[in-house]
C-alpha cells in the first residue's frame, strides 16, 4: 500500500456552503447556487452587520493543501500505460484516476502495471464488478 510523502491535516476556513441572498424567502432560488448581491442599497453587499456572509478570496484553501485528496495524493488522470509511466517518480505524491472512457481491457492493464509501479490507483474497481456479472 502506497503512502503520501507527507499528509497534512487539512484546514478548512469555513465548512458551510454560501447561501444566495434570500434564498430562505423566495423558493425559485432556494436551492441555487451562490450569486453576488448587486443592488444599490443592499445589506449584505454593504455588509452590514448580522447579514449572510459575502464570498470572498479570504476563504480560499491555502495552497499547499489546494486538490489535495483527504487520503493525502493529488489526482492524475490516465488513459494508457505510457501516461501511468510519467508518475514513476512522483508515487508519493500523486494518486493515478483512470479516465472514464478507457475499456475494461486497458483498464486490467493499468491497474496490473500500476501494482508493479508502486503507484496507487484511485478508482482500480471502477467497471470491473459491474461488466464481469453481465
Not at 57 to 86: A, M, Q
Not at 92 to 109: D, G, P, Q, T
Not at 111 to 117: C, E, H, N
Not at 120 to 126: D, E, I, P, R
Request: charged residues 35%; positive net charge; contains cysteine.
Amino acid at each position: 500500500m502506497v503512502k503520501p510523502l507527507v499528509k497534512h491535516n487539512i484546514v478548512k476556513k469555513r465548512k458551510k456552503k454560501f447561501i444566495r441572498h434570500q434564498s430562505d424567502q423566495f423558493m425559485r432560488i432556494a436551492r441555487s447556487s451562490w450569486r453576488r448581491p448587486k443592488g444599490i442599497d443592499s445589506r449584505v453587499r454593504r455588509r452590514f452587520k448580522g447579514q449572510i456572509k459575502l464570498a470572498n478570496i479570504g476563504y480560499g484553501t491555502d495552497k499547499k493543501y489546494r486538490h489535495v485528496l483527504p487520503c493525502g495524493f493529488l489526482k492524475f488522470r490516465v488513459s494508457n500505460i505510457k501516461e501511468l509511466e510519467v508518475l514513476l517518480m512522483h508515487n508519493r505524491k500523486y494518486a493515478a484516476e483512470i479516465a472514464h472512457n478507457v475499456s475494461l481491457k486497458k483498464r486490467k492493464e493499468i491497474v496490473l502495471r500500476a501494482a508493479q509501479l508502486n503507484i496507487k490507483v484511485l478508482n482500480a474497481k471502477a467497471k470491473l464488478t459491474t461488466q464481469e456479472n453481465e
